[in-house]
């Protein structure tokens, strides 16, 4: 009995070091893409949504949403919203439904989409959320120069290079992470 419980272990305890590491080889190979996956820390995700100032109603949207983490917390809080990641990484994607999974008091207000970003209408929302490098900010300000009045971009770490249309605040949290918060005028 003790020795099969003890090989039962073993093998369990197998799996979970090769799930932590399939997970830790995907991170390293996401670096390839424009939008590597890097988690956003949960005291910045507070900050980023207290400076969002959501409002009742509102359409909210994280671009490269990850492992849904923002989505969440923002729905625990915001209760007549509807959110949606874009995340075009399966595996981000899968983590994603399985965190909803274990909120099922809100997972009818999310969705994740699997959709490239750079190809998505953002102008159906009021809030978007983002922690992307330069080079994908610097591809999506044609259609941030488009977004209707009153829309918010949250940055965690970047600015957007140009803010012409934009009226700028940025919180500083510590000497390297910043917070940016654009409205649309």
Do not use: W
Request: with cysteine; aromatic share 12%.
């Amino acid at each position: 009995m003790l020795l099969s419980s003890l090989i039962i272990l073993k093998y369990l305890l197998l799996i979970i070091a090769l799930i932590i590491l399939g997970f830790i080889s995907f991170i390293m190979f996401s670096f390839r893409d424009v939008v590597p996956f890097v988690p956003t820390p949960k005291k910045i995700i507070r900050h980023m949504i207290e400076l969002a100032d959501i409002k009742d109603n509102e359409r909210i949207v994280d671009l490269g949403s990850g492992t849904g983490r923002i989505l969440i917390k923002v729905a625990k809080r915001h209760k007549k919203n509807l959110l949606v990641g874009i995340e075009k990484s399966f595996t981000l994607r899968l983590v994603s439904k399985i965190f909803l999974f274990l909120h099922p008091f809100i997972k009818s207000r999310i969705q994740i989409v699997n959709q490239d970003f750079f190809n998505t209408n953002l102008n159906e929302f009021e809030v978007i959320f983002c922690f992307l490098t330069p080079a994908a900010l610097r591809t999506l300000t044609p259609k941030f120069q488009n977004l209707k009045p009153g829309t918010r971009i949250i940055s965690y770490m970047f600015p957007l290079e140009d803010t012409i249309g934009f009226q700028e605040v940025a919180e500083h949290i510590t000497s390297k992470d910043s917070i940016y918060l654009y409205k649309k005028i």
